[in-house]
């Protein structure tokens, strides 16, 4: 398996995800209000949540057989062609281009399979998130007021897209492995 790459998640895979979740305070929101804190809670959440149909995919980002984060497509409509993409990373994963570079596997695998405009969003004070979109081709296309609640805050979104027609960002794709 290459050092760094992309493949499904896999149950054994919940110690990591656990890991991920008690370490960063900030990642709750990308699980939805699950709690994970328990290896057998977070084994039922890659079971269930993580696992590819046909309206959503996910992959665990991989680095040193280790897994430090996903990325994913869901709201996959195939009549409109369009999906939604998300990404998280583990904190000590973070600043060193992976998410950009699993984003951009997954955009072309994304495109090579008939879908045509992808979006994405993030907190308007996630300058972090920003930055992976705007490198992975992905361009602004407004601020959405107050559409995200995390407990009884309420956060401003920019939204992105990017459509099959885009120009092709420059940056390393990640291999997918089985």
Not at 59 to 74: F, H, K, L
Not at 158 to 166: P, S, V
Request: glycine share 8%; proline share 5%.
């Amino acid at each position: 398996m290459p050092d760094t790459c992309l493949r499904p998640w896999l149950p054994d895979d919940a110690a990591a995800l656990q890991a991920a979740f008690i370490a960063d305070v900030d990642l709750a929101p990308q699980f939805g209000g699950a709690e994970l804190s328990a290896v057998e809670d977070a084994r039922r959440f890659i079971t269930q949540e993580l696992r590819s149909s046909d309206d959503r995919r996910n992959w665990a980002i991989i680095r040193d057989g280790g897994v430090v984060g996903n990325v994913g497509m869901s709201a996959i409509d195939r009549r409109h062609a369009t999906a939604w993409i998300s990404y998280w990373l583990a904190g000590d994963a973070r600043g060193q281009g992976l998410a950009t570079r699993a984003v951009m596997t997954v955009v072309e695998w994304a495109f090579t399979h008939g879908l045509f405009r992808l979006e994405l969003g993030h907190r308007v004070n996630n300058p972090a998130s920003c930055a992976v979109a705007t490198r992975a081709g992905f361009l602004p296309e407004g601020v959405e007021r107050q559409k995200l609640a995390y407990g009884e805050e309420r956060f401003d979104v920019e939204l992105h897209a990017r459509l099959a027609t885009d120009p092709e960002p420059t940056g390393g794709r990640l291999p997918f492995v089985r």
